[in-house]
């Protein structure tokens, strides 16, 4: 996996939820999350997180609601997945990342799961527990609108 620091994130995402409070995974499920359960998704990079945006958007548009903020929190809060640990973790059905980030939430042993980009299998991403007793130690810059090259989205209809 490509380096990246630990310790900052970017989450990206746009108007239909909050942007930092994890009810769009509540409520839809993610690779590491069943319905249900509440997790904040945020990529490592700022570009891994477009990416991994763009990645769930239908038509490549990028919707003018998108906003972006830039967060850190302290190592010490985030654990590191091993993918040997978890085989099938990348698999469409989601079945065995799912099963995964479920006893990850459910055991609170650290705020974020830090795990790999399904989107590049270099990448990471980060996995944050908005329920974890040490949430607060996360601090986040002010929300920006997502700014990017023209030439990466369709132009609106």
Not at 71 to 82: G, K, Q, T, V
Not at 100 to 122: M, Y
Request: net charge positive; charged share 25%.
């Amino acid at each position: 996996m490509a380096p990246a620091e630990i310790g900052m994130a970017y989450r990206i995402s746009g108007g239909l939820h909050r942007l930092f409070d994890g009810e769009g995974a509540r409520r839809y499920g993610g690779r590491w999350n069943s319905p249900g359960r509440a997790v904040i998704y945020a990529g490592l990079s700022y570009a891994i997180s477009m990416l991994e945006r763009l990645i769930h958007l239908n038509d490549l548009t990028l919707p003018p609601s998108d906003r972006w903020v830039r967060l850190r929190f302290p190592e010490r809060l985030a654990e590191i997945m091993d993918p040997a640990a978890s085989p099938g973790w990348d698999a469409a059905d989601m079945v065995a990342s799912r099963r995964f980030g479920d006893a990850w939430l459910a055991s609170r042993r650290s705020l974020i799961l830090i795990v790999p980009s399904v989107v590049t299998k270099q990448d990471r991403n980060a996995v944050i527990n908005p329920e974890h007793a040490e949430f607060p130690a996360i601090e986040a810059t002010s929300e920006r609108a997502v700014r990017g090259d023209p030439r990466l989205f369709r132009a609106s209809v």
